[in-house]
């Protein structure tokens, strides 16, 4: 068990450091990235043009996101490869496995759902989804929507997190409270 532990605490540190590595890597080339962001494992960057990428401060990217600065399905046609800048506004949070493709602009104060394919530019304050991701909803209608949401469902404070060592007995409780439904965590 003490091996298992240990075992758990060398991989998380080879991978936050290698991740840290890794994505100084791509500021040296230029990719430029604000203050205050949340860049989960697993996020790809194109690291062929990577420095057309730049994103704002307070951006949460969540893992597996994709951002391709280039699209080589033009070479064979035209002998040239379409490339254009992505740029990630302030407080703008990326789903998982999210797609942004080359030109794209995703607006302050938005979402982007995890799986979406974003192929056009995101107005300021929208939620997009989809494949190709459309707009869905507006933040502040989101906002009201989910806070109606959490007032009626399981509130759970930090304690029920892996940082907060979360008890077996609260892991068995929490799933058997969530059945089917939704709550939410501090």
Request: with cysteine; proline share 2%; charged share 20%.
């Amino acid at each position: 068990m003490v091996k298992k532990i240990i075992n758990f605490l060398k991989a998380r540190f080879r991978k936050y450091l290698l991740e840290e590595i890794w994505l100084e890597d791509y500021i040296k080339m230029g990719m430029k990235i604000g203050e205050n962001c949340s860049i989960q494992p697993g996020v790809i960057f194109d690291y062929s043009h990577c420095w057309l990428i730049k994103i704002g401060n307070n951006v949460t990217i969540a893992p597996q996101a994709y951002f391709l600065a280039h699209d080589a399905s033009t070479k064979n046609l035209i002998n040239y490869t379409k490339i254009g800048s992505i740029t990630i506004e302030d407080n703008v949070f990326i789903g998982a496995r999210a797609l942004i493709m080359p030109g794209v602009t995703v607006g302050k104060n938005s979402i982007v759902a995890a799986g979406s394919i974003v192929t056009k530019s995101v107005s300021e304050g929208s939620i997009v989804a989809g494949n190709p991701a459309k707009v869905i909803s507006t933040i502040e209608n989101y906002s009201q929507k989910i806070n109606e949401l959490k007032n009626g469902t399981w509130k759970y404070d930090s304690g029920y997190t892996l940082a907060g060592n979360i008890s077996n007995i609260n892991k068995e409780n929490m799933y058997e409270e969530l059945k089917n439904k939704l709550g939410f965590i501090e």
